[in-house]
């Protein structure tokens, strides 16, 4: 597959994912036709706008450093290829924070990458030191929870999903004087 860069659409490239649609018994509107297109699209931006492969492989060994596998970078790469221009202090801080303080495993994290490009100082301590109190006081049980989608939700509905609704819940729990 050539992925000249310049060239606009690159005939192989158009090829490629004719010839994908064919054997793979897609149509161009099936969902699994798109998903190909887009991860086509996002190996072009990849190969076309990533840093040199000895940044991607020093990146690489420094996820090794948590437990990834070739797969898991890869993955993380597909889902995220931001990923591999986050400082190296970033990752290390975000990846200790997320596997030691929070326990979630080094392969999730690889299956959920968008978290390594969010704030540790804003967003993620924060949101786990809110979800350690209501897990401390047995509001919410852990396995109810999904990390991710914790981290992944906007400020003002995780506010009001965990904040305010046990803020009112707690008060009503106190007992009086």
Partial sequence: MSLGVGSGWDENLGNYYIKTQD?????????????IGVEI???????????HESRVEQKFELFQQFG???GDFVAA????????KISDEKIKGTMNYLVNNVGLQPHAIAMQP?????????????????ISELLSKEFVKKEDLNYFQ?????????IDKFVVKFRQVSSLLKPSP
Avoid at 23 to 35: A, P
Avoid at 41 to 51: E, G, K, N, R
Avoid at 77 to 84: E, G, H, K
Avoid at 115 to 127: A, F, N, Q, T
């Fill in 41 to 51: 699209i996002q190996y072009f931006v990849l190969m076309t706008y990533a840093p």
């Fill in 23 to 35: 054997t793979c018994g897609t149509t161009s509107r099936s969902g699994r036709f798109l998903r």
């Fill in 77 to 84: 790469i597909m889902r995220f290829p931001n990923c591999v």
């Fill in 150 to 158: 914790i981290l992944k939700i906007k400020e003002c509905v995780f």
């Fill in 68 to 70: 990834w596998s070739k």
């Fill in 114 to 130: 968008f978290v390594l490009g969010l704030s540790l100082e804003k967003r993620i301590k924060p949101r786990n030191m809110v």
